[in-house]
């Protein structure tokens, strides 16, 4: 029975947004009201992502965040570019299909309730902002200097999943990856002193972020809850 009445949740608010968005497009594009197909698109990222939001009742739900934000992220750049025909718009917005997956991930991360999740949205989110920055700035070269920020993602997503199940080992073992990105920024922070960009001050920027995480990280407790001991029966 909840089946049915989520099934006919979901056409109903496709059908509600269908229209909506048909009689904007009706009212502002008139005869170019054609513009507004990528509104196929935008109701299927709907269809995909409203599901998940159920994942508070069924965890499994949570995962349609994994397809759904990737699509609405799409059907929005389609929708932007076909309206206002501008299609070279791709050019510098495709770094937010990256992002879009990590924020997918995130939030199937928060509704199913898997801390692992987050190890996968921390390193293609930090992926998709590095490409973000290349991207918008055309400074492709800065990956030779940004590299740090690899085991740096690996860390915090070590960090919160041993938060998240009190794991002492996944503590320790993203404190290391934490270290180790430190010590490369400590290196590349002497080579961007040459760099005349926005790097020499990014990098020791991100040296010194990285330390306070690894400050951080040694008040997460990383022992792991004490078990009763059984009692012990004497004869």
């Known amino acids: 029975m909840k089946s049915e009445r989520i099934f006919s949740l979901l056409c109903g608010l496709a059908l ?16 170019e009201a054609w513009r507004m197909w990528p ?19 069924h965890r499994g739900f949570g995962a349609f965040f994994i397809i759904g934000i990737p699509v609405l992220v799409t059907s929005g750049i389609l929708l ?3 309206i206002f025909y501008n299609w070279e718009v791709w050019a510098l917005a495709w770094p937010l299909e990256v992002l ?4 997918g991930f995130l939030l199937a991360a928060i509704f199913m309730r898997v801390p692992a999740l987050a190890i996968p949205a921390i390193i293609i989110g930090v992926n998709g902002l590095i ?12 990956w030779a200097l940004l590299w740090p920020l690899e085991p740096l993602s690996i860390g915090l997503g070590l960090l919160v999943l ?37 790097l020499r001050f990014a990098i ?3 040296l010194v972020l990285t330390g306070l995480i ?12 004490s078990r009763p001991e059984p009692e012990s029966t004497t004869a």
């Open 100 to 103: 879009g997956v990590a924020l």
């Open 39 to 57: 509104i196929v698109v935008v109701i299927t990222g709907l269809l995909l992502t409203i599901p998940g939001f159920l994942g508070v009742a």
């Open 204 to 206: 020791p920027g991100m």
């Open 162 to 198: 041993g938060l998240a199940t009190r794991s002492p080992g996944a503590n320790m073992v993203g404190l290391i990856f934490c270290v180790m990105a430190g010590v490369g920024f400590f290196i590349v922070s002497f080579i961007s002193m040459f760099n005349l960009s926005m």
């Open 214 to 225: 690894v400050a951080a990280a040694s008040f997460i407790r990383r022992d792991s809850p």
């Open 80 to 82: 932007f570019a076909s």
């Open 16 to 31: 509600v947004g269908i229209g909506v968005l048909s009689l904007a497009g009706n009212m502002l594009l008139r005869t």
């Open 131 to 142: 490409l973000a920055f290349c991207n918008f700035t055309g400074m492709w070269e800065a």
